[in-house]
Nanobody, 126 residues
Framework: QVQLVESGGGLVQAGGSLRLSCAAS????????MGWFRQAPGKEREFVAA????????IYADSVKGRFTISRDNAKNTVYLQMNSLKPEDTAVYYC???????????????????WGQGTQVTVSS
């Protein structure tokens, strides 16, 4: 099982940028698709972005398309989420997750992911 640790969250003004990182343990990181999800207070966890095991395919939620970019560096066992043009509605705890199955394309449903990080808070002020 992959262990995940997120970092890079913080407080930013609307229109600003943040880059989240998710460091993974385990030699098989490069064979797992990865995803980012977020959860705002009182709301369900929602999909943000996902990337295939080899980085060749990505998918985004409509709400972040054109503003967020997911990427991965398999040599560093790290997946990133670059967030630009941030809005107050992006405020949430952001989680990275590893797919349950190896060698899959990007997926969007939380049950498809078997390992989760502890989350990092992102707060966007208006």
């Amino acid at each position: 099982q992959v262990q995940l640790v997120e970092s890079g969250g913080g407080l930013v003004q609307a229109g600003g940028s943040l880059r989240l990182s998710c460091a993974a343990s385990g030699r098989t990181f490069s064979t797992y698709g990865m995803g980012w999800f977020r959860q705002a207070p009182g709301k369900e966890r929602e999909f943000v972005a996902a990337i295939s095991w080899n980085g060749g395919s990505t998918i985004y939620a409509d709400s972040v398309k054109g503003r967020f970019t997911i990427s991965r560096d398999n040599a560093k066992n790290t997946v990133y989420l670059q967030m630009n043009s941030l809005k107050p509605e992006d405020t949430a705890v952001y989680y990275c997750a590893a797919d349950r199955e190896r060698l899959r394309g990007p997926r969007t449903r939380p049950p498809d992911f078997g390992s989760w990080g502890q989350g990092t808070q992102v707060t966007v002020s208006s």
